[in-house]
């Protein structure tokens, strides 16, 4: 599953049938919320009608997501209260009834441990809800990634409620922390202690957790800090779509690869700000790591967020391979011995792939501009654990930021490549 935040506050600059519906399964209208009453509040932009006929003229799912940051004041006193907890149900299959969302997602950001049992009662009571209409809805919730919180989430008794755990891993980092670090880091790095897909993943299928009921979430946009460096001490900072990440890019930021983390960063000329974001490689390879894990899928924040040149890109690298019948799954790792080093760096008319892996087969190279567009792409022998060089043609591209990558078999390697004119 793909299932894309829409936020109803961008509709007038990306309207919902903006939205590329071939790379979703569902699409989340974000968001409505309760009151401490029980009854349901949105913002007057806040278009049902709209938005559910744009996603069911595309032919998929529409959920209706309850809640987000900033909204959520209304649950734990609704939650409390069993009167409360029946007249919000009864409100929310009658918009379910009304306007023709397919399902909702509920997105509490964050329940306290006393909410813990009202919590599971009102996930039970919504579900026994849904299930019964005509034709039933499905009920999931956004919750979520490490174990800070794991104590406010009964979760093998909400499970079997539940179509799906939308895990948010991301904002890891932000202006929150004291240092800047990686928005989505899939794995560790640099002996950060503020988590990661892989760390988030790890904890809740431990609790025994469905694996296939447990999707990650990939952002579509990255967290900006006022830093020298990597785990530098930083201030301030802000969020920026991935579209303002490829203009820094283009406009001089330099680009960098954490490989043990999997994902880049930017940082701008004079060293003095860095930028930590995912790109088409590091959601390629969190979409390996799914596929590698079992695992059910996807959630994206948000929809509209990576668009350049009228292309949704990050959304369609996230729909290519996790969508495509014929896509090959990939088994993310560290490998020792394959490498993959690209000269001279930067370059002009002609550039010189070296690469080695160990995995016998062919290998594909692809290069990419900074936008997430494959510009150039060769199959290349792989056979054994020798040392192979493919020359590239570079002459008829623009001068940029490219990042060139490598696959073959389970393994998956990229390098940033300057062209200079």
């Known amino acids: 599953m793909v299932v894309g935040y829409y936020p109803s506050w961008v509709q007038q600059s990306f309207p919902p049938a903006a939205v590329d519906f071939a790379r979703v399964t569902h699409v989340a209208h974000a968001f409505a919320w309760p009151n401490a009453d029980g009854t349901i509040a949105s913002s007057p932009e806040f278009d049902p009608r709209g938005f559910v006929a744009a996603v069911h003229g595309a032919g998929k799912k529409a959920l209706l997501s309850l809640g987000g940051w900033g909204q959520s004041d209304g649950f734990s006193p609704m939650a409390a209260d069993p009167a409360r907890r029946a007249r919000f149900v009864r409100a929310v299959t009658d918009m379910c009834q009304t306007h023709g969302y397919d399902g909702v997602d509920l997105d509490w950001e964050y329940p306290t441990l006393s909410d813990r049992g009202n919590l599971t009662a009102l996930v039970s009571e919504l579900h026994q809800a849904l299930v019964g209409m005509t034709p039933s809805r499905l009920l999931s919730m956004a919750v979520p990634a490490g174990s800070w919180t794991a104590g406010q989430y009964d979760y093998l008794a909400l499970a079997p409620h539940l179509e799906w755990f939308g895990c948010m891993t991301y904002d890891f980092h932000g202006s929150w922390t004291a240092h800047a670090g990686h928005n989505a880091p899939l794995y560790p790095s640099g002996g950060d202690r503020c988590g990661s897909v892989h760390e ?222």
């Open 200 to 421: 988030a993943v790890t904890f809740l299928l431990s609790l025994g957790l469905p694996k296939e009921k447990l999707l990650i979430g990939v952002p579509l946009y990255g967290r900006l800090f006022n830093a020298t460096g990597l785990y530098s001490p930083s201030t301030g900072g802000g969020e920026l779509w991935y579209s303002g990440a490829a203009a820094l890019a283009l406009a001089g930021w330099t680009y960098h690869w954490d490989e043990a983390a999997r994902v880049p960063y930017l940082t701008n000329p004079n060293g003095t700000m860095l930028l930590t974001f995912d790109d088409t490689a590091s959601v390629a390879l969190k979409c390996a790591y799914i596929e590698s894990k079992g695992l059910g899928g996807a959630i994206v924040w948000a929809l509209g967020q990576d668009v350049i040149g009228g292309q949704q890109v990050l959304l369609a690298t996230l729909g290519r391979r996790l969508l495509t019948p014929t896509a090959v799954a990939q088994k993310p790792g560290r490998p020792a011995g394959p490498f993959l080093r690209c000269y001279p760096d930067p370059c002009n008319a002609s550039l010189t792939v070296l690469y080695n892996s160990p995995q016998p087969g062919m290998a594909r190279l692809q290069l990419y501009d900074i936008c997430g567009t494959m510009v150039w792409e060769s199959e290349a022998p792989a056979w054994g654990a020798g040392e192979q060089r493919m020359p590239v043609d570079v002459s008829g591209l623009a001068s940029g930021t490219y990042v060139c990558r490598l696959q073959a078999s389970s393994t998956v390697l990229t390098r940033k490549v300057v062209i200079v004119r």
